[in-house]
Structures are given as structure tokens and as C-alpha cells.
Nanobody
Framework: VQLVESGGGLVQAGGSLRLSCVAS?????????????MAWFRQAPGKEREIVAT?????NYDQSFESRFTISRDNAKNTLYLQMDNLKPEDTAVYYC?????????????????WGQGTQVTVSS
């Protein structure tokens, strides 16, 4: 499975961005890929990678880590989304989408075995 993020860029504080992540590759019909949990992580310079939001294949999600952001997915399009509103300079980071090895929600990076290359989000003050 390959994951490709898009939608990052430069935005002023208070603005919005919508990130997308398309999954492609060895995805079988009825494959558990659609049932596996997915997530957005981010990593700022000099900091560890951190969870932003996670969602199951059925659409149950946990976005308590950052309430200004909304995670969603379209299994028919193999696409994961992250709507980011009221962005702040501290949201500046590389954002990664990831596919979990399991179906349940998880914020542990070690539970994810497929990662995108990341998309840069920069928020100016």
C-alpha cells in the first residue's frame, strides 16, 4: 500500500487547509485496508511525531488531540481527509497519514505500518 498526501501549503493564522491522503497499490476488493484504522500524525522541527486524529474503517474517530481539526475518510475512494480550521503558527509541521495494522482506534505510531511521505503545513502569524 502506498499513501500519498496532498493539500499542504502556506496559510495565515486563522486560515484553513484540507489535507488528503490517497491509498493505492495492493488493495484488494473487500480488503481489510478499508476496515483498518487510519490516522494523521504531524512532526514539527525538533519535536517527536505526534498523533493528530485517528479514524476506523466504520468512521468512528478520535480527534480529541486537536479539536480544531476534523478527520474523515471515503473508503470508496481510498482517501483520508483532514480538515484543519483556525490554524495557528504552532500547527506548522509535516503532516503524515498512516494506515494501521488493526481496526481499532489507536494513537500509537508503532501500530501503523504504512506511512505517506508527508506534506508540509506552514502557518504564518
Amino acid at each position: 500500500v502506498q499513501l500519498v498526501e496532498s493539500g499542504g501549503g502556506l496559510v495565515q493564522a486563522g486560515g484553513s487547509l484540507r489535507l488528503s491522503c490517497v491509498a493505492s497499490g495492493d488493495i484488494l476488493s473487500g480488503d481489510t485496508t478499508s476496515g483498518h484504522a487510519m490516522a494523521w500524525f504531524r512532526q514539527a522541527p525538533g519535536k517527536e511525531r505526534e498523533i493528530v486524529a485517528t479514524i476506523t474503517g466504520l468512521g468512528n474517530y478520535d480527534q480529541s488531540f486537536e479539536s480544531r481539526f476534523t478527520i474523515s475518510r471515503d473508503n470508496a475512494k481510498n482517501t483520508l481527509y483532514l480538515q484543519m480550521d483556525n490554524l495557528k503558527p504552532e500547527d506548522t509541521a509535516v503532516y503524515y497519514c498512516a494506515l494501521s495494522t488493526q481496526m481499532a482506534l489507536t494513537s500509537d505510531p508503532s501500530d501503523y505500518d504504512a506511512w505517506g511521505q508527508g506534506t508540509q503545513v506552514t502557518v504564518s502569524s
